[in-house]
């Protein structure tokens, strides 16, 4: 508002000359802005949630990290599964909320999982 007013302030000093204002809302809600960013990288693809199911071995999160990591993704979120899933008592689910740079990279991704030996699924 403050380029408008201005303008309107001052209109001789603008006379005869092209003006472009920019107007943009001060009020926009942060938290809102983010969650609109974010649904829309996911319908980008470049954010992506994965589930690897694997044996609840020590090493398995770190081996899994390593092969994500060098499929070139950055992990954004993981949740190790225990208690609530239907896998097996030595089993566990890892949750991988990951950034990407689009769905053939997705695509990749998993593909370096399953080349590992992992089950993996996109949800």
Same mark, same amino acid.
Do not use: W
């Given at each position: 508002?403050?380029? #408008? *007013?201005?303008?309107?302030?001052?209109?001789?000093?603008? $006379? @005869? +000359?092209? !003006?472009? =204002? &920019?107007?943009?809302?001060?009020?926009?809600?942060?938290?809102? #802005? *983010?969650?609109?960013?974010?649904?829309?990288?996911?319908? $980008? @693809? +470049?954010? !992506?949630? =994965? &589930?690897?199911?694997?044996?609840?071995?020590?090493?398995?999160?770190?081996?899994?990290?390593?092969?994500?990591?060098?499929?070139? $993704?950055?992990?954004?979120?993981?949740?190790?599964?225990?208690?609530?899933?239907?896998?097996?008592?030595?089993?566990?689910?890892?949750?991988?909320?990951?950034?990407?740079?689009?769905?053939?990279?997705?695509?990749?991704?998993?593909?370096?999982?399953?080349?590992?030996?992992?089950?993996?699924?996109?949800?």
């Amino acid at each position: 508002a403050a380029g #408008l *007013a201005a303008v309107l302030r001052h209109p001789a000093r603008f $006379a @005869g +000359r092209k !003006v472009g =204002l &920019v107007l943009c809302g001060g009020n926009i809600d942060p938290l809102l #802005l *983010a969650s609109i960013i974010e649904r829309g990288m996911v319908r $980008a @693809g +470049r954010l !992506v949630r =994965l &589930v690897v199911s694997t044996r609840d071995l020590p090493g398995q999160l770190a081996r899994i990290a390593a092969i994500v990591a060098e499929a070139g $993704a950055n992990i954004d979120q993981v949740h190790h599964q225990r208690a609530f899933t239907l896998l097996a008592a030595q089993s566990v689910e890892i949750e991988l909320v990951l950034q990407t740079r689009g769905p053939q990279h997705v695509d990749q991704v998993m593909q370096a999982l399953r080349t590992a030996g992992y089950e993996v699924a996109r949800h």
